[in-house]
């Protein structure tokens, strides 16, 4: 039986439109299906690199009589919680209410008005481990459908008013201080794991948005117990098998503690967000290690997430084809065994790569096969050795079978990759960085960007996507917007930025500050999202704010720095709490702290003593600094793009910078170094 999702965008949805099952894409047709028939709607949500959601439809989508049961009994419906965030977000906030827990493949019964009344996650196709089969879960619920309707409406009704009850009520609070972000730092202490470094046990996730708060506070009050937290993290997850030491960029969690066994799906947030934090790390400390990062993480995303239109994907799959059993498994194009080793490199290279990257007989993986790492005590290898067994290595794990990239272009990803690449290619003298974040910024304009300055969320071989925008879309794209306006001195993304922002005031702000995850005029489901916390990426309401505030820093607008104020309360309430889970909120509320410092570097663009300054700027550590560069605007508002190059004149004929904060500037500099002591930074 054909079902309803052919014509879809989502790799997610299409890998699903040959199963058995009569699925439905989230549509209003689904759900007067299921109130033509009486019968409940079955939600399905995952994305395309989930390992357990290809499980599940293996096991369960695929089987006939599996599919003849469900298509019976229900209308299903399947989601791409990637497209779909705010789908996602309002049932995965009811299963872990009434669960303790989520996580996907996320299976959800619902009533045809969307109400949710039965809740799980992966169901085995025969019970184990204490769960039942997928099959007794259907036939339960069908059972109560049928013979318990009232029982079931109750429920569902009971839900949808707890939910509604949860509404947060941030608004009363304070703008946050200096205290609250040394409360914020006391907490991670806490919690800090200080033998294998990050924060929590296993599953180990890399701490992004905390680590880029712990750099913002080092660098704003000097507490060497915030870097060394940022240093030990940095390098344990550069040393362990969630980095990819052959080809770069990082997995998505590992499954242990000492970060050794990555889940090896490569999600394009993670690597945007890392390649930034290395990055930003080498700015405060000058490691080698960082750079090296940064650098292999910036090409990483370039080589094999970059899609033909100029965009990024959203994520290669943690499975791939074994080549010696032909089944899909995790870990196949990744791990290595002493034999495959000696047979690439020779029986001398080989023992010694099996040494450099911590490869043993007994394997730290599966079947004696080992994931790399670079452990603390291997042997040392000179630069033109190392790159020659690497080289190799690489060459003959690209015979492999690749794993599947999901190649749809979120907009919010592409935000945080494009600001990247730019600073990498700024800070590292690689343009060619720059021109790919400028390409990526160009598709989100041209594709995902209507004439009202209105995102869409997705986009496939420059197909846009059905679906809204939602905020963290607009954070993340403002902020990589006007990373690459501080970079390229190109004031129309700045313009670009500014359109976002105040769609956001326009359409996502509430009366008391606080932000909706969804627009006004959005989709109305069962409750409207709204959450400040970060998941794996930052919380659309924190990206927002951030974006408001260097916006508002870039052009002295006070109602952008009122709207960022307001909704920094959240932060005022929640980081001495639970500071792991509102980093990024954490990080912009040091720029606020801080100022941001405002940076006008004047001067002809063809000269390298412009130049020369702009580097030094953009190299400054200060929390959140705002750069702008370019020539003298004219108080009217002409010969320059930038609000904060206006009156700005040249030193002595000679190009100068000028650095600001809090309405107070310091004195205009031409030399590097008076510039780079104004402003925190590594000297260039």
């Known amino acids: 039986m054909p079902?309803?999702?052919?014509?879809?965008?989502?790799?997610?949805?299409?890998?699903?439109?040959?199963?058995?099952?009569?699925?439905?894409?989230?549509?209003?047709?689904?759900?007067?299906e299921a109130r033509e028939r009486g019968v409940p709607v079955l939600l399905s949500v995952g994305y395309s690199s989930c390992h357990w959601c290809h499980v599940l439809a293996s096991e369960s989508f695929e089987d006939e009589s599996t599919a003849a049961f469900m298509n019976e009994h229900f209308v299903n419906v399947k989601v791409d919680r990637e497209e779909r965030p705010d789908i996602d977000a309002v049932y995965m906030e009811a299963v872990q209410a009434a669960t303790g827990q989520g996580g996907w493949p996320m299976t959800v019964f619902l009533t045809p008005d969307a109400e949710p009344f039965y809740f799980g996650t992966y169901f085995p196709p025969e019970p184990r481990h204490g769960m039942p089969s997928f099959m007794q879960v259907l036939e339960g619920v069908r059972t109560a459908w049928v013979g318990r309707p009232e029982e079931v409406a109750e429920v569902a009704q009971r839900i949808v008013r707890d939910l509604a009850g949860r509404q947060l009520d941030y608004g009363k609070a304070g703008v946050p201080g200096p205290e609250e972000l040394a409360g914020a730092l006391l907490g991670l202490t806490r919690e800090y794991d200080a033998v294998r470094g990050g924060f929590g046990g296993a599953p180990k996730f890399p701490p992004s948005m905390v680590l880029e708060f712990l750099l913002r506070h080092h660098a704003r009050t000097?507490?060497?117990?915030?870097?060394?937290?940022?240093?030990?993290?940095?390098?344990?997850?550069?040393?362990?098998?969630?980095?990819d030491q052959l080809g770069g960029g990082f997995a998505r969690y590992s499954v242990d503690r000492e970060w050794v066994v990555p889940h090896f799906e490569k999600m394009l947030y993670d690597n945007a967000l890392l390649c930034r934090v290395y990055a930003h790390l080498w700015r405060t400390t000058g490691s080698d290690l960082a750079r090296r990062v940064a650098l292999e993480t910036a090409d990483f995303m370039v080589r094999e997430l970059r899609t033909e239109q100029g965009g990024f994907?959203?994520?290669?799959?943690?499975?791939?084809?074994?080549?010696?059993?032909?089944?899909?498994?995790?870990?196949?194009?990744?791990?290595?065994?002493?034999?495959?080793?000696?047979?690439?490199?020779?029986?001398?290279?080989?023992?010694?790569?099996?040494?450099?990257?911590?490869?043993?007989?007994?394997?730290?993986?599966?079947?004696?096969?080992?994931?790399?790492?670079?452990?603390?005590?291997?042997?040392?290898?000179?630069?033109?050795?190392?790159?020659?067994?690497?080289?190799?290595?690489?060459?003959?794990r690209g015979l492999r079978p690749a794993p599947g990239r999901d190649d749809k272009v979120v907009a919010a990803w592409n935000g945080l990759a494009i600001a990247a690449l730019a600073e990498c290619g700024a800070y590292f003298e690689r343009p060619d960085l720059v021109e790919r974040a400028t390409e990526?910024?160009?598709?989100?304009?041209?594709?995902?960007?209507?004439?009202?300055?209105?995102?869409?969320?997705?986009?496939?071989?420059?197909?846009?996507?059905?679906?809204?925008?939602?905020?963290?879309?607009?954070?993340?794209?403002?902020?990589?917007?006007?990373?690459?306006?501080?970079?390229?001195?190109?004031?129309?993304?700045?313009?670009?930025?500014?359109?976002?922002?105040?769609?956001?005031?326009?359409?996502?702000?509430?009366?008391?500050?606080?932000?909706?995850?969804?627009?006004?005029?959005?989709?109305?489901?069962?409750?409207?999202?709204?959450?400040?916390?970060?998941?794996?990426?930052?919380?659309?309401?924190?990206?927002?704010?951030?974006?408001?505030?260097?916006?508002?820093?870039?052009?002295?607008?006070?109602?952008?720095?009122?709207?960022?104020?307001r909704a920094l309360g959240v932060v005022q309430a929640l980081g001495p709490r639970a500071p792991r889970f509102i980093g990024h909120g954490l990080a912009v509320a040091e720029a606020l702290v801080d100022g941001p410092r405002e940076v006008a570097v004047v001067g002809h663009p063809d000269d390298p003593a412009t130049a020369a300054l702009h580097r030094t700027a953009l190299l400054g550590t200060a929390p959140g600094a705002v750069v702008a560069v370019g020539l003298p605007?004219?108080?009217?508002?002409?010969?320059?793009?930038?609000?904060?190059?206006?009156?700005?004149?040249?030193?002595?004929?000679?190009?100068?910078?000028?650095?600001c904060r809090h309405f107070v500037c310091a004195r205009p500099t031409t030399e590097l170094v008076e510039l780079a002591d104004q402003l925190g930074a590594v000297r260039p």
């Not at 986009?459 to 990373?483: K, T």
Request: hydrophobic fraction near 40%; glycine fraction near 10%; charged fraction near 20%.
């Open 3 to 32: 079902n309803h999702l052919a014509n879809e965008t989502s790799p997610y949805l299409l890998q699903h439109a040959d199963n058995p099952v009569d699925w439905w894409p989230w549509s209003p047709e689904a759900f007067a």
């Open 222 to 243: 000097g507490s060497e117990g915030a870097l060394q937290m940022a240093v030990d993290t940095c390098e344990a997850m550069a040393r362990g098998g969630i980095y």
């Open 313 to 396: 994907a959203s994520a290669l799959d943690a499975d791939s084809e074994d080549p010696v059993s032909g089944k899909h498994v995790e870990g196949a194009y990744y791990a290595w065994t002493p034999e495959q080793f000696a047979e690439v490199l020779g029986e001398a290279d080989g023992a010694l790569a099996q040494a450099y990257f911590g490869v043993t007989r007994e394997g730290t993986f599966e079947h004696g096969s080992s994931v790399l790492q670079l452990p603390q005590d291997g042997p040392a290898l000179d630069a033109e050795r190392l790159a020659g067994i690497k080289e190799r290595l690489l060459a003959a």
């Open 440 to 565: 990526a910024a160009d598709l989100l304009v041209r594709v995902h960007m209507d004439g009202s300055a209105r995102l869409a969320r997705t986009s496939r071989d420059g197909r846009v996507g059905p679906n809204a925008g939602v905020l963290e879309d607009y954070g993340d794209v403002a902020e990589g917007f006007l990373a690459l306006a501080s970079v390229t001195g190109e004031g129309v993304w700045l313009e670009f930025a500014g359109f976002l922002v105040d769609l956001v005031m326009a359409r996502f702000a509430a009366e008391d500050g606080s932000l909706y995850d969804t627009a006004h005029d959005a989709e109305q489901l069962i409750r409207r999202p709204q959450d400040p916390t970060d998941t794996a990426a930052p919380s659309g309401w924190t990206a927002a704010a951030g974006a408001l505030l260097s916006y508002a820093a870039h052009t002295g607008s006070e109602p952008h720095r009122t709207a960022a104020e």
């Open 633 to 659: 605007r004219a108080e009217d508002g002409s010969g320059g793009e930038f609000p904060l190059l206006a009156e700005r004149t040249l030193v002595r004929d000679l190009p100068a910078a000028y650095v």
